[in-house]
């Protein structure tokens, strides 16, 4: 069995139990940013799941920012040099980490990808969302609040990630059913709050009559709000992401919706489903995580 002692570029958090005897392992969970609630989440689901296998050495790890992916490409050559048994990871950028994916395999190191899918042919599984079909929920939550017509906006995280890809292209398979609502935006903030507020106003600047916003992760919808907020628009605005933070808001009516992920559970069942593998057990090539829509509604049943 591999061991592995090292520094971290980022966020670095090992969590041991010595419940049982027998052969331990080390499970590295790799996120994208600790930056969010979300990627906490994440982490905590994957403790979670450590403290209760009691065999795992859990090593959680990620760059700095969403953005910095030759940063997470950089943390997994690091653990394919120190060892570990198996990775669980939500890359950055599908394109630039299958190489260092691929290098993991080569050692024999399963590869499970978490939150993010990509076409790599060498992975063990996703465990995640369906960001297709979340993003379809919410086209045809918009769609249906604007009785098929209106200016609409998307606002997406980095270029090229592919959950943010999957999102948006599931909203905008919908419209393609609704001739009378028009997309007269589409703009990346790089999963940044501060950047999507920016990105809010010149898009309000240019479309004073928007009428709805999807915005494809928490952080951003969060700045999205803010800006609408500042500019006393009426435009309603569709999240995706459960941050706590956002709850009020939409008690409020300030956000009119957000589709809600399981990070917990994808960090949970990301680990336990290496741990599995390990062990030497078969697991599905897809672990759902489903979504749900939150609005005014139900959204009491999330503040309690």
Avoid at 47 to 72: C, F, H, S, T, Y
Avoid at 82 to 100: F, H, K, N, S, Y
Avoid at 105 to 128: F, S
Avoid at 153 to 164: E, P, R, S, V, Y
């Amino acid at each position: 069995m591999r061991k592995m002692t090292m520094m971290a570029l980022a966020a670095l958090l090992v969590v041991s139990s010595f419940a049982h005897a027998g052969e331990r392992y080390t499970i590295a969970l790799v996120c994208k940013a600790m930056d969010s609630e979300f990627w906490q989440d994440v982490r905590n689901g994957g403790q979670a799941a450590a403290e209760k296998l009691g065999n795992i050495d859990l090593v959680v790890m990620a760059p700095d920012r969403e953005v910095n992916v030759q940063q997470q490409v950089q943390l997994v050559e690091d653990l394919i040099i120190q060892g570990v048994d198996g990775i669980a990871i939500a890359p950055c950028g599908a394109q630039e980490l299958m190489p260092v994916m691929d290098n993991a395999a080569d050692e024999g190191i399963p590869v499970i990808l978490v939150d993010t899918d990509a076409p790599w042919e060498r992975k063990i599984a996703y465990v995640g969302t369906n960001n297709y079909a979340g993003g379809k929920m919410a086209g045809e939550f918009i769609a249906k609040d604007l009785n098929g017509k209106g200016k609409v906006a998307l606002i997406t995280g980095i270029m090229g990630h592919q959950t943010h890809i999957d999102r948006v292209t599931g909203c905008e398979d919908v419209f393609k059913d609704y001739p009378g609502i028009e997309v007269v935006a589409k703009q990346p903030a790089n999963s940044e709050r501060a950047l999507a507020m920016t990105t809010m106003e010149n898009i309000l600047t240019s479309n004073p009559d928007l009428d709805y916003v999807f915005v494809t992760n928490s952080p951003m919808t969060l700045g999205t709000f803010e800006a609408v907020q500042a500019d006393k628009s009426d435009c309603r605005i569709i999240g995706f992401d459960a941050d706590t933070e956002i709850f009020p808001h939409i008690r409020d009516g300030g956000i009119t919706g957000i589709i809600a992920q399981g990070p917990f559970d994808m960090g949970r069942l990301g680990v336990e489903s290496v741990a599995k593998v390990l062990a030497g057990e078969s697991i599905p090539k897809v672990v759902d995580v489903p979504t749900v829509l939150i609005t005014k509604e139900n959204v009491g049943e999330y503040m309690k």
